[in-house]
C-alpha cells in the first residue's frame, strides 16, 4: 500500500504549547512507542532508500518495511509493508519482501532506537478526516541521543487541500518548520558524523516522465537541501550552510524561471516572489562571510566580524517567520495537489516528455551565455552581472536535466560541460564580489578602515577578466551535452 502524510517539525517548547492548547476539538490517544530499526553492518538498507523496524505499542508489536525514493521534502509518498511479530528479531518469509531485501535481510541487527509519546486525534475538516500524530521522545543511536519533536498529517479521506489547511492552523499555534527526515534517517545521521553544509545531490529522474513531474521532483530535492542546511544553521552560524541554503533558494528561483511556460497559476509568481524575498534576506551575511575570507587586516576583520553577527541574526529572524515558515508549506501544497496540471492552457507542453522541454531551454540559455560573454574584458560590471545570472541559470538547469541523458556518451560530455561551465561561472563570480565590495564596505560604514581597499584592487579585476575571458572561449568550445 501507499502511505502519504505532511511531516513538520516543532521544538520542544513548541510541542509543549501545542500539546496543551490542543486545537483539535477532542482528547487524544495517547500511545507510548518504542521503535527498533534493522540494517547491515554497512547501513545497505538505508543506501538503498530502504527501512525496517519493529515498534512496539503495549505487548504488541508491528514490523514495517519502507521504501522510497528519497527525495521528498514534507509530502512523503512511500510503499510501505506492515505485519505482526512475535518478538523483537524480523521476520523475513514474505516473498517480496525477501526479493526486496535480497541477500541483507540475512546480516540485518538492530542499529539505534526511537521513543517517543505519541498523541494521536482523527480530525474532521469539512468533508476530509485527517489523522494527526504528535509525537514527543527521543532517537538513541549507540552512546548518542537526540531530542524528537514532529507531528504527522495523514489525510484518511476528503480533498487534500484540507491537510494544508490544518497545517498552517498549526503553525500559528506552534511554530512549525516543513520536516524532510523521516525517524530512520534521524538515526542514521545520529550515528554519522555532526550534520554540516549539505550539497545539490543528483535527481533520479527518467525519460519517460512528464515535464511537469520533472518539475515537481526537482522542487521537492530543492526543498529538502534548504530545509537540511536551514537545521545546520539553527545549531551554528556555519558559513557553507548558509551558503548552500542561498545556492538551494537560487536553484528553485531558477527553475520557476527556467520553466515559467508551463504555468497558467497566479500562485507561481506569488512563490517565486517569496523565494526572491527570503534569498535576498540572506544574502548580506553571505556577501560579509565573502569579504572575511579575502581580509588580512585585524581592524577591519574585527569590524565585519561584528557586521556579520548583525547579518546573521537578521537571517535567522527571517528563516524563523511566520513568513517563511508559509511559503514552505505553500510550495509542498503546491507541488502535492499538482492541480496546476490540470489547466486546459498549456496542458500539451506540461504533459510533453521530460527530454522535450529541457533541450529547447538549455539552447535558450547556451545561446545568451555564448553571445553575452563575447569580448568579455569589455564588458561593463551591470552587463557582467546579468552575464553572471544567465550562466547560473544555465549551470542549474544542466545540473536538474543531466539525469535524463544517460548514455555513456551524454554523461560523459555532460561532466565535462559542466567543468567549463562552472570555471567560467567562479571567474564571473569572484568579478562581481570585486565590483559589489565597494557598495556593501559604505553600507556597513567600513569603506575607510584600513585595509578596506584591497577587496577590490584593480590589478585583481584585470586578472580575472583576462581569465574569464578564456573560460568563456573554453565554454563555447566544449560540446553540449543535450545535442
Known amino acids: 500500500m501507499q502511505e502519504t502524510e505532511l511531516k513538520l517539525e516543532l521544538s520542544q517548547a513548541a510541542a509543549t504549547s501545542l500539546l496543551t492548547k490542543n486545537p483539535f476539538d477532542s482528547s487524544p490517544t495517547v500511545l507510548q512507542q518504542k ?8 547501513w545497505d538498507l538505508s543506501k538503498r532508500g530502504l527501512s525496517l523496524r519493529i515498534r512496539q505499542l503495549g505487548n504488541e508489536r508491528i514490523q514495517t518495511v519502507k521504501a522510497g525514493d528519497g527525495v521528498a521534502a514534507g509530502s512523503f509518498t512511500r510503499d510501505e509493508w506492515e505485519r505482526p511479530v512475535a518478538d523483537d528479531t524480523p521476520v523475513l518469509d514474505d516473498p517480496q519482501i525477501r526479493d526486496l531485501l535480497g541477500e541483507t535481510g540475512r546480516r540485518l541487527a538492530p542499529v539505534f532506537e526511537i521513543h517517543v509519546k505519541r498523541h494521536r486525534w482523527n480530525v474532521t475538516e469539512g468533508e476530509a478526516t485527517i489523522e494527526v500524530a504528535v509525537d514527543v521522545g527521543k532517537v538513541v543511536a549507540a552512546d548518542r541521543e537526540a531530542p524528537l519533536c514532529e507531528i504527522e498529517l495523514e489525510q484518511k479521506a476528503g480533498a487534500p487541500a484540507a491537510l494544508f489547511a490544518l497545517a498552517r492552523k498549526v503553525d500559528m499555534i506552534a511554530p512549525a518548520h516543513l520536516g524532510v527526515l523521516s525517524k530512520a534517517e534521524r538515526g542514521y545521521r545520529l550515528l554519522g558524523a555532526a550534520p ?123 528563516l524563523s517567520s511566520v513568513r517563511a515558515r508559509s511559503l514552505m508549506i505553500d510550495l509542498v501544497e503546491w507541488i502535492s495537489i499538482k492541480d496546476w496540471r490540470s489547466d486546459e492552457k498549456g496542458e500539451a507542453l506540461r504533459l510533453q516528455p521530460s527530454t522535450d522541454f529541457p533541450a529547447g531551454v538549455l539552447d535558450k540559455l547556451w545561446t545568451k551565455v555564448a553571445k553575452g560573454g563575447r569580448n568579455l574584458t569589455d564588458l561593463d560590471d551591470e552587463a557582467r552581472h546579468e552575464l553572471r545570472i544567465v550562466a547560473k541559470k544555465l549551470r542549474y538547469a544542466a545540473e536538474f536535466f543531466g539525469p535524463l541523458y544517460k548514455s555513456t556518451r551524454e554523461a560523459k560530455r555532460s561532466k565535462r560541460f559542466l567543468v567549463a561551465l562552472e570555471g567560467l561561472q567562479d571567474y564571473l563570480g569572484n568579478l562581481n564580489d570585486l565590483a559589489t565590495a565597494p557598495a556593501m564596505l559604505s553600507q556597513l560604514e567600513l569603506s575607510e578602515v584600513t585595509g578596506a581597499e584591497d577587496l577590490f584592487s584593480a590589478s585583481d579585476k584585470e586578472k580575472l577578466l583576462r581569465d574569464a575571458g578564456g573560460a568563456h572561449d573554453t565554454f563555447v568550445d566544449t560540446r553540449r551535452f543535450w545535442r
Request: glycine share 4%; proline share 2%.
Open 196 to 318: 554540516c553544509a549539505v550539497k545539490a545531490t543528483t535527481i533520479p529522474l527518467t525519460p519517460d516522465m512528464s515535464a511537469a513531474t520533472v518539475f515537481a521532483h526537482i522542487v521537492a530535492a530543492c526543498l529538502r537541501q534548504f530545509r537540511l542546511n536551514e537545521m545546520a544553521l539553527s545549531w551554528s552560524r556555519n558559513a557553507d550552510a548558509l551558503h548552500q541554503a542561498r545556492v538551494s533558494l537560487r536553484r528553485l528561483r531558477s527553475l520557476f524561471s527556467i520553466c515559467r511556460s508551463l504555468f497558467d497559476d497566479s500562485r507561481f509568481d506569488h512563490m517565486r516572489g517569496e523565494l526572491r524575498w527570503l534569498a535576498s534576506d540572506l544574502g548580506n551575511a553571505r556577501n560579509i562571510d565573502v569579504m572575511m575570507g579575502r581580509v588580512s587586516n585585524d581592524d577591519l576583520s574585527g569590524r565585519l566580524q561584528q557586521a556579520r553577527d548583525d547579518a546573521y541574526g537578521a537571517a535567522e529572524a527571517s
Open 35 to 42: 521503535s527498533i530499526y534493522f540494517d547491515t553492518a554497512g
